[in-house]
């Protein structure tokens, strides 16, 4: 069974410009998560879908944070305009039930 | 929330056990503790969760006292794949309380041969 993948890996971009991150989940899961971890700090929680609906979105730093999962399959994250303290870990879960699964995360490098 | 308190690091030697506490004195009736595993460049991956007493699987052993306060994860007979961040978690199981999981700083150990 496959699990969580998430893409890019690494994504290196220039203060003020845009990226979308993507993270594919365990096939069947319903629950997606999107957490980070910014420079020296701890995985903080950004927000969770039920399928297609943001069940909690409480983490999300700010609107320049756009969070989307369309048919509940795949869920893209999309900074605009990213700014310098946007860089860090970006990882993303998925769960039928109690247990999350992680993806391997995206790095993202804002210069 | 219930915060956690963990060692930042431990070494030990390959085939030695190894006992990781975790102090989570806030912990409320509806909270279960779960400890996770990460490597570089990898997500965290799920290890152990429970509520009381002791829990066992196939990798690890999950020591949680009456008072429930803290916690001990314990890996049998560790091998140097074993090296890693162990990261104590304190929240309300179910999909719905993500929000409430705080990682914290997590405990680096490293096995030597």
């Known amino acids: 069974e496959a699990g969580v993948t998430q893409f890019p890996s690494h994504s290196v971009i220039e203060k003020g410009q845009t990226v979308t991150l993507r993270c594919d989940p365990i096939?069947?899961?319903?629950?997606l998560y999107w957490y980070r971890r910014v420079m020296g700090k701890e995985i903080k929680f950004l927000l969770h879908?039920?399928?297609?609906?943001?069940?909690?979105e409480s983490g999300m730093p700010n609107n320049r944070f756009l969070a989307e999962r369309t048919g509940g399959t795949y869920s893209t994250l999309k900074v605009q305009p990213a700014e310098l303290e946007d860089s860090g870990v970006y990882f993303c879960?998925?769960?039928?039930?109690?247990?999350?699964?992680f993806g391997p995360g995206t790095r993202l490098t804002v210069t | 929330l219930a915060k956690t308190t963990q060692p930042i690091s431990m070494d030990s030697y390959e085939g030695q056990e190894v006992n990781i506490t975790c102090s989570h004195n806030?912990?409320?009736?509806?909270?279960?503790i779960t400890w996770y595993q990460q490597f570089p460049s990898q997500g965290p991956r799920f290890i152990i969760q429970g509520y009381k007493t002791k829990v066992t699987n196939e990798v690890a052993s999950l020591f949680i006292p009456a008072d429930r306060k803290s916690s001990t994860l314990s890996l049998p007979r560790v091998s140097l794949s074993d090296t890693a961040v162990y990261y104590c978690l304190v929240a309300p199981s179910g999909y719905s309380s993500a929000s409430k999981i705080i990682f914290g700083s997590g405990t680096r150990l490293s096995i030597r041969p």
């Open positions: 096939s069947g899961h319903d629950n």
């Open positions: 879960a998925s769960s039928q039930e109690h247990e999350q699964y």
């Open positions: 879908f039920v399928k297609e609906s943001k069940q909690d």
């Open positions: 806030n912990i409320a009736t509806n909270d279960y």
